[in-house]
């Protein structure tokens, strides 16, 4: 496809449990971004990968919160023993490169409940 | 974390109308784009702009980069019905972990017919 792709579109946990939520980047985009969007909020950085480097993970919550990116393309967001604060959408985007001027094409998201 | 302030955060406009709105920061930021986000989606980038001061147009919207670095406005004109959605500031500062974006508040707009 031509734009970034996640899924689950949707996804539904018990406080507990550990979800994993994918993310593909545009093809040829070195730069990924996940974030973090609540209900009527703007979207928060979460983590930054530049190729399968993990340059920046200042914006993740708590230690329950882990991405890679082991083959530099495909991304993964795991969250562990989710809470009910976890509850967001988790948007993912990807630029060409890292250059200020590129853009970052944002995917659909992932809207996360967690009951 | 930290969000931007977006003004006005709703407002309910009549078809045709010039919509405003503007987005302040307590940092300085280096470069200054304005996304809109439809439901169920991602946000999509209508305006990016790069310099202090720079006013930049793209069809009915027109942007511009604060003096100061640490604000933005956003107007459309001749508003229609496709126009209705969320509108997020976001600034970037360049560094050497990456361009990550500071988002605002969102102004969510709505159109009349």
């Known amino acids: 496809g031509a734009g970034v792709s996640q899924s689950p579109r949707y996804k539904v946990a018990k406080r507990g449990q550990d979800v994993a939520l994918r993310c593909d980047p545009i093809?040829?985009?070195?730069?990924l971004f996940w974030y973090q969007q609540a209900l009527g909020q703007g979207p928060e950085f979460l983590t930054y990968?530049?190729?399968?480097?993990?340059?920046?993970k200042s914006g993740l919550p708590s230690d329950r919160f882990f991405a890679e990116r082991p083959e530099g393309s495909v991304s993964t967001l795991k969250i562990q023993r989710t809470q009910q604060e976890d509850s967001a959408v988790y948007l993912c985007?990807?630029?060409?490169?890292?250059?200020?001027?590129?853009?970052?094409?944002f995917g659909p998201g992932t809207r996360l409940t967690v009951l | 974390g930290q969000q931007l302030n977006q003004n006005p955060q709703s407002m309910f406009i009549q078809e045709g109308e010039d919509v405003s709105m503007n987005c302040t920061s307590s940092?300085?930021?280096?470069?200054w784009l304005w996304y809109k986000q439809d439901p169920g989606e991602g946000p999509v980038l209508l305006i990016a702009?790069?310099?202090?001061?720079e006013l930049t147009s793209n069809g009915r919207l027109t942007a511009q980069f604060g003096i100061t670095r640490k604000d933005s406005f956003l107007n459309i004109s001749a508003s229609i019905p496709s126009d209705v959605g969320i509108y997020f500031c976001?600034?970037?500062?360049?560094?050497?972990?990456?361009?990550?974006?500071?988002f605002g508040t969102g102004t969510q707009l709505k159109v009349e017919l």
């Open positions: 985007a990807s630029s060409l490169e890292g250059a200020s001027t590129d853009t970052q094409y």
């Open positions: 093809s040829g985009h070195v730069s």
């Open positions: 990968f530049q190729n399968e480097a993990q340059l920046d």
């Open positions: 940092s300085i930021f280096n470069t």
């Open positions: 702009l790069y310099k202090a001061g």
């Open positions: 976001a600034g970037m500062i360049l560094t050497g972990g990456g361009n990550k974006l500071t």
